[in-house]
């Protein structure tokens, strides 16, 4: 064991030495124990994520022959990091999602596309309203918004319910896995210290093919594999049912795109003007961040949405407490994989990947993706699959540049999506909403999420070739 300076002692657990091989081999036992007990914890006994993180980060630390005191405290540090990078975006995201769904915004956006569509470009609208309402809403919110309009399209139309909900699945997938303010992304551009602005970008950019692949055309083919028929009796009421008016179609558009514009917007600045004294980058850099985009677009959506819908100042300070509390648990499940990513990163598991990348010449993208896949396989969380892979990976970004570690970040997200099973709580929700059968999910849904991973890999890897 090589002596190691009193600064890395203080960071962390003491590293297993990354150069011997029974280094490498009690580090991956150490990774392996720690991820196997998660996967166990969560499939088999059905324990909430947040405490399987937290025992498998004491099970890799055992193993890792770690002292039970610094792999604590590295569980802390990681935990209270991520809940300062992430936890606030995560809430203020949930807050503008509510206000959106809660005003009948969401309804206005679908209502207004859906009346403007003809019944051949049905797919490619569904797509487009996933697309949009997707962006501030979690995979499971916009999934409850949409299945009232794809089960009422369906039988008012006589369409097929898999040709058009295969496109409003992808849509609300590839933003959950490739686009911040996403919780799993977000989080794995705070492990891998990638600019958010540029992330951002590049995932709207992957993201706008894969979602066309793997929706509007892919449905094409799933609906020839499985016809079903609307289920009776599972259609929720709409938010907006209930309400006199709600906003107008473009004012709603442009308060759930202003996060988006005002991050691309200081992304654009900083490679355009790249000057820290400029006045308008030093302004851009403070309203393009994500904190302050993100709480400028919550305080114009209680004006814009929640007034304009004809709220109340309390029925508005209401709806954004009430949007707290959906995701007290993907907070600390978020917080947790921090934890755990941290004790990775400390007991030494990140530097043996980073030497086995360079030895085994894996690329460093797909090398991400695949992690990714492996957890994802084993837990079924998209979520717990990205933070616990950008952990792994995070030391690769030490020598990439600003794109590079976005197109890093993107790989894991994407790895984080691949064939989603019965081990994930999304599979079930699209089963029964959707009225099929287990093998019918798997021919549709499963097959759905792996071409969009597959896919979004592809055209990562093409633009790591020019960036």
């Known amino acids: 064991m090589r002596q190691l300076s009193a600064e890395i002692l203080a960071a962390g657990p003491e590293p297993v030495d990354p150069i011997s091989s029974a280094g490498h081999l009690q580090l991956g036992l150490a990774a392996l124990a720690g991820i196997a007990v998660i996967v166990v914890l969560i499939t088999r006994f059905k324990v909430h994520a947040f405490l399987a993180l937290t025992l498998g980060t004491l099970a890799l630390g055992a193993v890792a022959a770690a002292p039970l005191d610094k792999t604590i405290e590295s569980f802390s540090t990681g935990l209270g990091d991520t809940v300062s990078g992430v936890g606030v975006l995560i809430a203020l995201g949930a807050m503008l999602g509510k206000l959106l769904a809660d005003s009948g915004g969401a309804d206005e ?77 977000l989080a794995a551009i705070d492990s891998v210290h990638a600019n958010l602005g540029v992330t951002l970008a590049f995932g709207v950019l992957v993201g706008v093919p894969t979602l066309v692949i793997s929706g509007p055309l892919f449905a094409r083919f799933a609906a020839r594999w499985v016809d079903v028929q609307p289920p009776e009796g599972i259609v929720p009421q709409r938010p907006s049912e209930d309400l006199e008016r709600r906003p107008k179609f473009a004012v709603t558009v442009a308060t759930v795109l202003l996060p988006v514009v005002l991050m691309l917007a200081k992304a654009l600045t900083d490679i355009v003007i790249d000057d820290p004294e400029n006045t308008v980058q030093r302004v851009m850099d403070v309203a393009g961040s994500p904190l302050i985009a993100l709480l400028a677009a919550v305080v114009v959506a209680m004006f814009t949405l929640g007034r304009a819908a004809g709220f109340t100042k309390g029925r508005i300070t209401s709806t954004v407490e009430n949007s707290l509390m959906p995701i007290a648990g993907i907070l600390l499940i978020v917080a947790a994989g921090g ?56 030391p690769l970004a030490n020598d990439m540049n600003t794109a590079q570690a976005a197109l890093l970040v993107l790989a894991v997200g994407a790895g984080s999506l691949f064939f989603s099973h019965v081990n994930d709580a999304g599979f079930w929700m699209v089963k029964e909403y959707f009225g099929m059968s287990v093998g019918q999910t798997i021919k549709t849904w499963s097959v759905m999420e792996t071409l969009i991973s597959v896919v979004a890999l592809i055209f990562l890897l093409l633009l790591w070739l020019v960036v």
């Open 109 to 185: 956006i679908v209502d207004t596309i859906l009346a403007r569509t003809g019944t051949r470009a049905m797919p490619w609208a569904m797509a487009l309203i996933a697309g949009i309402i997707g962006l501030p809403l979690f995979f499971e919110v916009g999934l409850v918004l949409m299945i009232p309009v794809l089960l009422l399209v369906a039988r008012r139309g006589n369409l097929s319910l898999i040709r058009i909900g295969i496109p409003a699945l992808a849509g609300l997938s590839v933003m959950h896995g490739l686009v911040p303010p996403h919780p799993g992304p």
């Open 339 to 394: 934890g755990f990513k941290q004790t990775l990163v400390d007991v030494g598991i990140g530097e043996m990947i980073l030497d086995f990348s360079k030895s085994w010449s894996v690329p460093a993208l797909l090398l991400g993706w695949l992690i990714a896949v492996c957890i994802r396989l084993a837990t079924g969380s998209a979520t717990v699959a990205t933070i616990s892979a950008a952990g792994l990976v995070a």
